[in-house]
């Protein structure tokens, strides 16, 4: 296939924090942590066509973000100035995803610029040094650019792949913002959970830390909540808005799914150890 003439679409899915521990607050303020991030079989779509023009552009920019603050328009612009590339692209999304949802929208579509261009500008990066050069435009964006679920160390910078069971997943958007930047400095937060291994975190019952903080801060998120409590078990990923709760089966979500307030957004999407853009790309580890 001649790649700078074709178009392609690119899958940019979203992810879950399955458990989420703060177990310090470092003297710089960064806060140390465990947590498992797994991909979903759901999210936006990146649309790449590659040209010898030199040029950027976005199709569709997002309202309200300016083209040179956008992560697809930054991601895409490093890549060129890292590599010397002089070939050009035009791009577009489609979002699916909730913007500030917790679940790597804005993450995961630069990790999808980055992936995708390198591989169709044929720039030649590894997948490691794409990760390491994602990790200024986001923490979370080297998660996406590497591709598979990994269980997260320190403050988000120590990866190891695991392979958590795919199960099927409700995720709902309670209809709030919310900053991670307060949740993370509310001194209510527990910084002090015990760290744990890996294996005695995949045996035990899991939690997130950020949520009592913003259950009792952001009445949408608690009153969504105690209003499903009775369908399922639901959790907060990463500092939210996303609450989601997990099923052996489509069929038990999707009955879950169909409870959920007319008001609040959402979709039902299954787990995925390798990430929906890798498995496109044939770019599995």
């Known amino acids: 296939m001649d790649v700078l003439m074709n178009k392609v679409t690119l899958p940019s899915p979203a992810k879950l924090n399955l458990f989420l521990y703060i177990t310090n607050r470092r003297t710089d303020g960064y806060h140390e942590l465990q947590t498992l991030f797994q991909f979903l079989d759901f999210g936006?779509?990146?649309?790449?066509?590659?040209?010898?023009?030199?040029?950027?552009?976005?199709?569709?920019?997002?309202?309200?973000?300016?083209?040179?603050?956008?992560?697809?328009?930054?991601a895409a612009k490093l890549l060129q100035k890292h590599t010397a590339c002089t070939k050009g692209a035009k791009i577009s999304v489609t979002k699916r995803l909730p913007m500030g949802g917790g679940v790597g929208g804005g993450s995961s579509n630069a990790a999808t610029v980055l992936v995708g261009l390198n591989h169709f500008w044929q720039t030649g990066l590894s997948l490691e040094e794409l990760a390491a050069l994602g990790l200024s435009l986001g923490a979370d964006v080297p998660i996406f650019v590497r591709g598979v679920a990994a269980f997260a160390e320190g403050v988000g910078e120590v990866l190891t792949p695991c392979e958590p069971e795919e199960k099927w997943f409700v995720v709902l958007k309670p209809s709030v913002s919310i900053s991670t930047a307060v949740v993370f400095n509310d001194p209510d937060l527990?910084?002090?959970?015990?760290?744990?291994?890996?294996?005695?975190?995949?045996?035990?019952?899991w939690a997130n830390d950020c949520e009592k903080v913003v259950r009792d801060h952001y009445s949408e998120v608690e009153d969504l909540v105690q209003e499903l409590v009775e369908y399922?078990?639901?959790?907060?990923?990463?500092?939210?808005?996303?609450?989601?709760?997990?099923?052996?089966?489509?069929?038990?979500?999707?009955?879950?799914?169909?409870?959920?307030?007319?008001?609040?957004?959402?979709?039902?999407?299954?787990?995925?150890?390798?990430?929906?853009?890798?498995?496109?790309?044939?770019?599995?580890?």
């Open 44 to 74: 936006d779509e990146i649309s790449l066509e590659v040209n010898q023009s030199g040029e950027i552009e976005l199709l569709n920019e997002i309202e309200g973000v300016e083209k040179e603050q956008n992560l697809i328009y930054r």
């Open 190 to 205: 527990p910084r002090n959970t015990p760290k744990c291994s890996l294996e005695e975190l995949l045996a035990s019952d």
């Open 232 to 285: 399922a078990s639901f959790r907060l990923t990463g500092t939210g808005a996303c609450i989601f709760a997990e099923f052996n089966s489509k069929e038990d979500a999707k009955k879950v799914f169909d409870c959920k307030p007319q008001n609040v957004c959402g979709f039902v999407a299954k787990g995925q150890n390798i990430s929906p853009l890798h498995k496109k790309l044939n770019l599995i580890p």
